[in-house]
């Protein structure tokens, strides 16, 4: 029958371990494997607590007694690795004999497992994912003026993607690496203008935020034409605006920001321009471009000095270790130091 024990547990400054001697039992009394299945409940920002954790044990033999935090901080960080002790405790007239690799956690890793003073007290000291694999949602999306978007910074963020809608039509998706975006390029009619926007994981793009939905932003007749003398759309017809110009796709019209394209990305400017065989600097972060327009990775040779542009985001790095293997480092201006 399942056993299900959902236990708090308390801060300790330490837990003194010894083993002793299994002593022989009927082989019907002896637990020959421990299977335990963790689920968290953290908040980044909330107080630490054993509380947090709920322990399912679908074996019969045995239960969770205790489990006691090992983290010392007093909130959950972004960036903590949760850790907790857990003890186990044999029903009556049964025994622990178990080695590691008869231990199976779900949920967590099981860093070591020892008997606890005897051979009916069990101890395991359980690893979490990190932290850093969440993210944070996003509390408010506003705009700052009619076109400016605005919203709530999140932690852990790559990234923020965005929506923009018209009257409740979208009419684009771009990106942000900081927490505001002007849309002024793409408000060109009047109309009811909303966004919605989301946290994209750095660790894993696949862990986003929920959507947030803005409040409408109108843009009168006036202001639109305004709006299309400022952003002036030299387009001469679909796939002319980009280095998508072979078989490139309707939608790509009217998108400006950052455009994926399979493996490769571009960067396409409010007026239609991107920039090519030169540096561009895009929410606070300098990027390098191809002859074609593409984002470029990696060591960067410029005017007789040599930049790392990172491999997964494309911005160049500044103060700090390249993660090239080679260790070599760049300074404040990214320039490699010899």
Known sequence: MNIIKKIAGMLCACVMLQTVPFVSMAD??????????????????????????????????????????????TVWGSADVPRLLVYLRADDGAAFDVDRSDILVRGAECEYGRWDGNQFAYIMQLRLPSLREQVGGIEEAAWSSSTAADWSDSYNVAYYELQLYQDGK??????????????????????????RVRAVNQKNENTRSDWKQSAPSAVSAALAEQLREQYAVPWGGYGQGGPLS????????????????????????????????????ID??????????????????????????????????VNTIVPDGMGRRVDSSGAMIE
């Open 246 to 281: 072979q078989g490139a796709v309707p939608y790509y019209q009217d998108r400006y920001g950052w455009i994926d394209e399979g493996s490769r990305w571009w960067y396409r400017n409010p007026d239609g321009s991107y920039t090519t065989d030169n540096w561009q600097y």
């Open 284 to 317: 606070e972060k300098w990027y390098y471009f191809d002859s074609k327009g593409y984002m470029v990775t990696g060591w960067i040779d410029w005017n007789g000095k040599s930049y790392y542009c990172d491999p997964e985001s494309g911005a160049m790095l």
């Open 170 to 195: 979208k009419i684009c998706d771009v990106q942000s690496g900081v927490s505001h975006y002007d849309f002024g390029g793409y408000m060109r009619n009047a109309g009811n203008y909303t966004y």
């Open 28 to 73: 019907d009394t002896v637990i020959t494997r421990i299977v335990l299945e963790v689920e968290a409940n953290i908040q980044v920002g909330q107080p630490c607590s054993a509380r947090d954790f709920e322990f399912t044990v679908p074996d019969s033999g045995y239960e969770v007694s205790d489990a006691v935090l090992v983290n010392t901080g």
